[in-house]
Nanobody, 124 residues
Framework: QVQLVESGGGLVQAGGSLRLSCAASGRTFSRNTVGWFRQAPGKAREFVAAISWGTKITTYADFAKGRFTISRDDAKNTLIVEMSSLRPEDTAVYYC?????????????????WGQGTQVTVSS
């Protein structure tokens, strides 16, 4: 079991930056692939980025490439995403997710554990 708690959301102007954190509890965090999703009002939950366990290979959605950076600190059971050059269309609730086996990063159904989410609002 892995429990996830996000923090770091807030209101930021377009072009600004935010750093989201996800604190995990559970002894198996280091053996889980972890990632971020987001969900805007009226829209489906969409994949943002993921980082595998062990090799720490990163995968990004096209909209996140070059603007978002995902990282993990297994010693601290923490997942981070650094977001820059934020746009109003990045406004959403951001969720962290984890799973020991994640066959399709882009599908929410592939992930086993979820946090409660943190709101990110980007004003124009």
């Amino acid at each position: 079991q892995v429990q996830l708690v996000e923090s770091g959301g807030g209101l930021v102007q377009a072009g600004g930056s935010l750093r989201l954190s996800c604190a995990a509890s559970g002894r198996t965090f280091s053996r889980n692939t972890v990632g971020w999703f987001r969900q805007a009002p009226g829209k489906a939950r969409e994949f943002v980025a993921a980082i595998s366990w062990g090799t720490k290979i990163t995968t990004y959605a096209d909209f996140a490439k070059g603007r978002f950076t995902i990282s993990r600190d297994d010693a601290k059971n923490t997942l981070i995403v650094e977001m820059s050059s934020l746009r109003p269309e990045d406004t959403a609730v951001y969720y962290c997710a984890a799973g020991e086996i994640v066959p399709n990063y882009y599908s929410p159904f592939s992930w086993s554990y979820w946090g409660q989410g943190t709101q990110v609002t980007v004003s124009s």
